[in-house]
Nanobody, 120 residues
Framework: QVQLVESGGGLVQPGGSLRLSCAAS????????MAWYRQAPGKERELVAK???????TYADVVKGRFTISRDGAKGTVYLQMNSLETEDTALYYC??????????????WGQGTQVTVSS
């Protein structure tokens, strides 16, 4: 079992920055991939950025060059540095982690979400 707790959301003006954090507890040393997703009102949840246990990173095209994902494996923490924020970035941001067991089974975990609002 893995528990994920996000922090760092808030209200920011366009062009501003925020840093999201997600702390994992429980069986955090078994985590494979970690990621940030977001869901805006009336829209489907979408991948923002993903980082694997070996450090391979993927970004959604709309955030490339503006957002940076990083991970501290020892602490079981993943971060999302968001710069040059736009009103379209307004959403509930979710932390995600998955675990692969020795038996080859995958388990998927989500945080409760942290609200990011970009508005003047």
């Amino acid at each position: 079992q893995v528990q994920l707790v996000e922090s760092g959301g808030g209200l920011v003006q366009p062009g501003g920055s925020l840093r999201l954090s997600c702390a994992a507890s429980g069986s955090r040393f078994s985590i494979a991939n970690m990621a940030w997703y977001r869901q805006a009102p009336g829209k489907e949840r979408e991948l923002v950025a993903k980082i694997t246990s070996s450090g391979i990173i993927t970004y959604a095209d709309v955030v490339k060059g503006r957002f940076t994902i990083s991970r501290d494996g020892a602490k079981g923490t993943v971060y999302l540095q968001m710069n040059s924020l736009e009103t379209e970035d307004t959403a509930l941001y979710y932390c995600y982690a998955d675990v692969k067991t020795v038996a080859g089974l995958w388990y998927y975990y989500w945080g409760q979400g942290t609200q990011v609002t970009v508005s003047s």
